[in-house]
Nanobody, 126 residues
Framework: QVQLVESGGGLVQAGGSLKLSCAGS????????VGWFRQAPGKEREFVAV????????YYADAVKGRFTVSRDNANKRVFLQMSSLKVEDTADYYC???????????????????WGQGTQVTVSS
């Protein structure tokens, strides 16, 4: 099984940057597809970004393209979400999620992921 723990959230001014980390455990983490999702209070969980098991394939939601970068360090069992040019509307709880590796299209729906972390809060102030 895979266990995930997010960290790095906090309060930042609009235009600033934060880097989130997702620490994985389990023998299969390094071969897992890992996605990032976010959920604002009272709103639906939405897709943010996904990275393939090798780190070679990436996909981003339109709302974060050009501002967020997902990467992974399998040697240290970590996946990162570098967030820059943050906007107030980026405020949400951010989650990482993992699933078996995919060939072809990467999963962008929350229901496609088996393992989830507990989330880390990101608040962007104007």
């Amino acid at each position: 099984q895979v266990q995930l723990v997010e960290s790095g959230g906090g309060l930042v001014q609009a235009g600033g940057s934060l880097k989130l980390s997702c620490a994985g455990s389990g023998d299969t983490f390094s071969s897992s597809t890992v996605g990032w999702f976010r959920q604002a209070p009272g709103k639906e969980r939405e897709f943010v970004a996904v990275i393939s098991f090798s780190g070679g394939d990436l996909y981003y939601a339109d709302a974060v393209k050009g501002r967020f970068t997902v990467s992974r360090d399998n040697a240290n069992k970590r996946v990162f979400l570098q967030m820059s040019s943050l906007k107030v509307e980026d405020t949400a709880d951010y989650y990482c999620a993992a699933d078996s590796p995919y060939q072809g299209l990467l999963p962008t729906n929350a229901g496609e992921y088996e393992y989830w972390g507990q989330g880390t809060q990101v608040t962007v102030s104007s």
